[in-house]
């Protein structure tokens, strides 16, 4: 862990950010980087500009392709739980999607890894983060069942589309006293914490939540 910190997105808070931040804060998120990593992020350029009125309703929207950008506090909710040990130096992020859970995990962290099965979404959320300057983003175009080999291991891995059962790989790819936030399920999921200890893995069951499943293989 350090102390460095990640991408600033022109170091300014935005009016509505900081509403939704405020809001976050009162549903119990209390860690200030995130709250202030989402005051930062303009999620309006990450929703469909139909639903840019709704974007900084702290509801999940569509986005196309049959995904969703995640409801912000899912968003703060899991951000926090990564950070629960201190700052990890880089995060394996699993269903780039929108790319906003990306864009607060790039100021949170020094290098954000971020792998999406669906090419399109994936070619949108890159040119997003490139206009917000956050350039501590490495994307990959996979299955992200099979997490990131090359670049492992992770202090911190999420993952924000559920399969039925924690992928092998991802545990394998965490380091010793690394961290993994993921849902698992089908029709109930709960969101799980997952923490390497050696060849250990204990698992913590937090909540409830609903997200898109995560399909293996990828797609143009
Ligand atoms: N955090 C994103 C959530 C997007 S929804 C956001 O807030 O926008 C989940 C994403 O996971 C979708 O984009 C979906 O295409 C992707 N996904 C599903 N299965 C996947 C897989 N096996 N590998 C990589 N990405 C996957």
């Not at 950010?17 to 930062?40: D, F, H, M, T, Y």
């Not at 702290?58 to 909710?77: C, D, E, F, M, R």
């Not at 890159?126 to 994307?139: A, E, G, T």
């Not at 993921?182 to 698992?203: A, C, M, W």
Request: glycine share 10%.
């Amino acid at each position: 862990m350090n102390v460095r910190a990640g991408s600033r997105i022109g170091g300014k808070l935005t009016r509505s950010g900081e509403l939704l931040a405020q809001k976050l804060q009162q549903e119990g998120i209390v860690n200030s980087e995130v709250l202030r990593a989402i005051a930062c992020s303009p999620r309006h350029i990450f929703v469909p500009e139909i639903l840019a009125h709704k974007a900084y309703d702290n509801t999940a929207l569509p986005i196309g392709q049959g995904q969703t950008i995640s409801q912000p506090y899912i968003v703060a909710k899991m951000s926090e739980l990564l950070l629960a040990d201190g700052r990890p130096d880089s995060i394996l992020e699993i269903g780039t999607g929108s790319g906003y859970q990306t864009s607060i995990l790039a100021q949170l962290t020094d290098r954000v890894y971020s792998v999406e099965r669906i090419k399109s979404l994936q070619f949108q959320a890159k040119r997003k983060l490139q206009s917000l300057d956050l350039h501590n983003v490495s994307m990959k175009h996979g299955d992200g069942w099979k997490g990131w080999q090359s670049k492992a291991p992770f202090q911190a891995i999420i993952v924000t589309a559920a399969p039925t059962e924690v992928p092998q790989a991802l545990l394998e790819q965490l380091t010793d006293g690394g961290r993994l936030v993921i849902p698992v399920g089908g029709d109930t999921q709960v969101l799980k914490i997952i923490t390497r200890h050696g060849g250990e893995f204990k698992e913590q069951t937090i909540e409830a939540v609903r997200f898109v499943p995560l399909v293996p293989g990828a797609v143009q």
